[in-house]
């Protein structure tokens, strides 16, 4: 039985996970689609700690490089992601006040 | 040490959703990405002490990856802050291809380890799994490489049709399927050979590459959207081989909300996805198009201030136009002085206005703009009969009346925004040139449309000295 929920669960967690994607950005005006593909493009910097243990695990020196390379590439990501992501949506006010 | 880890990646996990949740509505947007980076930061320092990691401790990487993460962190902290504005689609671009690298990495340091020697050998199933996360990580990195070069309009790449040539879905569909069939033998086989997946790799960037450099810049955005989908399942994919419940949760989510925008932004302009990517603008337009008469008639920026100073409404279309010149500043501080003067201004944006749905909503927010004056298309569309003057800043296929009656025409079905439908049209332009569908715009030639010529930042420091004389 513990085999079966174990097989299973992966394909629940796609199942849910992938329903809750489409349903955060269903419902979005459409001047935060620029804003949201760059803070979905950050979210998915969480690469970086898949790449952080595929170096961490390296032992020949080719797996260390590709692995530093992934490090590299995740980090920039991750980061540039998160800046630009947050450069854009800074700029977000209403007409309503609170000027900078 | 487990616990540690999967609580946090939990924690990480509802962080992110919650983070996108609140990204969702302008007023608390701001916070939202704060949120997701509050669980960015979380994941990554525990997973300095991952137990995979910890199992067996390497100084020598602990090194190597802080000094991977300094680099990589610092110059795309520095690329993202010094960035323009307008730049901003290409910069999402080139941070995605970078995700989709990571990746691909992550893939390649999983195939070449040699299991050998171990008790655990990863099943089949797993490495089919790793396989399919390189090949589509690979072509998102080489093609999101590409679109960044497009859209920074670098030589190399400026030339659209020089990349099209007869036979090229073909060989296309031939790279892949090479990718695919020496990917499933690398799997299949356990082969941890370098020479193999060293070919599988490079036919999986060549496919990327291939499948993005024919197509033009006007369709980037869509093009974007999908290899931002692409990298979240590529790192859906690598987070089922590591056994990493943040990426698989992270990456589905990015995976299915990415394939949604995309769908939604080949909608605005009435194409499928497919249609995108295997054809091109130059090759839709069957018959003749409709021949447009009429002829153009300028005018200067101080009258065309007039004529909206003395209107009660006036509805301005921002397009690429105004984010090549920088004119958004010089376009709201003349707004301003026309709300002074009990004009009602607003902003209507067509879903594809610019090079990416939003990136006008960026540009005005950007300038100070508030958003209650900045309307979509649907919700804006009818209120163009009721306005004095509609003023076109660098926009021409979203306002072309053809894409409504001449079946001919490449954008025939596409829906537009109904300037045509306002007492006064005023379109600020360049030049005579086409549009990026290459197409003449039959509105520019209609008798209640003025053109006014010139660099658009220009026209509207000219505009506002016009209000501004009349006192």
């Given at each position: 039985m513990e085999a079966v929920v174990a097989f299973f669960s992966p394909i629940y967690i796609l199942m849910l996970a992938g329903i809750l994607g489409y349903e955060i950005i269903g419902?979005?005006?459409?001047?935060l689609h620029t804003p949201l593909m760059s803070g979905t493009n950050f979210v998915h910097g969480i690469v970086l700690v898949g790449a952080m243990v595929a170096l961490g695990q390296a032992v020949t020196p080719l797996e260390q490089a590709i692995g530093f390379l992934g490090v590299l590439l995740g980090a920039g990501n991750a980061v540039g992601g998160y800046f630009v992501t947050e450069r854009m949506l800074e700029?977000?006010?209403?007409?309503?006040g609170q000027e900078k | 040490m487990g616990y540690l880890i999967e609580t946090v990646y939990f924690l990480t996990a509802a962080l992110f959703i919650l983070g996108l949740k609140r990204m969702s509505h302008p007023t608390t947007a701001r916070s939202g990405i704060v949120w997701a980076g509050y669980g960015m930061v979380l994941a990554t320092l525990v997973s300095f002490v991952h137990p995979q990691i910890t199992?067996?401790?390497?100084p020598a990487n602990y090194v190597l990856m802080v000094i991977a993460i300094a680099i990589g962190g610092a110059i795309a902290w520095y690329g993202a802050k010094k960035v323009?504005?307008?730049a901003m689609p290409q910069m999402i671009a080139i941070y995605n291809g970078m995700g989709g690298g990571a990746a691909a990495a992550i893939a390649a340091v999983e195939l070449l380890k040699?299991?050998?020697?171990?008790?655990?050998a990863p099943a089949t199933s797993v490495l089919i799994m790793a396989v399919a996360g390189a090949l589509i990580g690979a072509v998102s990195f080489s093609g999101s490489v590409v679109a960044f070069g497009k859209l920074q309009e670098l030589k190399f790449f400026?030339?659209?049709?020089?990349f099209r040539f007869s036979g090229q879905q073909k060989v296309n569909m031939v790279i892949f399927a090479s990718a695919v069939l020496l990917g499933l033998v690398v799997a299949v086989s356990h082969s941890t050979s370098g020479g193999l997946i060293s070919v599988f790799f490079l036919l999986a960037l060549a496919f990327g590459a291939m499948m993005a450099l024919p197509i033009g810049g006007a369709d980037m955005p869509v093009v974007i959207s999908l290899f931002n989908a692409f990298t979240g399942l590529a790192v859906a994919l690598e987070g089922f081989v590591l056994g990493n419940s943040a990426m698989i949760i992270a990456g589905i989510i990015v995976g299915s909300s990415g394939t949604l925008l995309t769908l939604m932004m080949a909608k605005a302009m009435n194409r499928s996805v497919s249609n995108v990517l295997f054809s091109n603008w130059a090759a839709l337009g069957s018959g003749e198009a409709q021949a447009v008469t009429g002829s153009l008639k300028p005018m200067e920026p101080p009258d065309a201030a007039i004529q909206m100073a003395y209107a009660s409404k006036v509805i301005i279309v921002p397009g690429y136009g105004m984010a090549v010149a920088q004119a958004q500043h010089k376009i709201w501080e003349m707004c301003k002085l026309l709300i002074e003067r009990d004009v009602v201004v607003k902003f209507a944006i067509h879903p594809?206005?610019?090079?990416?749905?939003g990136h006008m909503n960026v540009l005005l927010a950007e300038a100070?703009?508030?958003?209650?004056l900045i309307f979509d298309m649907d919700e804006i569309n009818e209120e163009f009969s009721t306005a004095d003057v509609a003023l076109v800043i660098g926009a021409n296929d979203v306002v072309n009346p053809a894409a409504r009656?001449?079946?001919?025409?490449?954008?025939?079905g596409m829906p537009i925004l109904?300037?045509?439908?306002?007492k006064n049209v005023q379109v600020i332009k360049r030049g005579k040139g086409v549009g990026f569908a290459g197409i003449e715009n039959a509105l520019f030639f209609a008798d209640n449309t003025r053109m006014v010529y010139g660099d658009a930042q220009k026209v509207a420091a000219g505009m506002i000295q016009g209000i501004k004389d009349l006192g």
């Open positions: 419902k979005v005006p459409v001047i700029m977000f006010k209403s007409s309503k | 199992a067996h401790i390497i323009a504005m307008t040699d299991h050998g020697s171990h008790a655990a400026k030339d659209d049709a020089k594809v206005a610019g090079r990416m749905p100070g703009v508030p958003y209650d009656t001449d079946k001919s025409s490449p954008i025939y109904n300037v045509d439908h306002a």
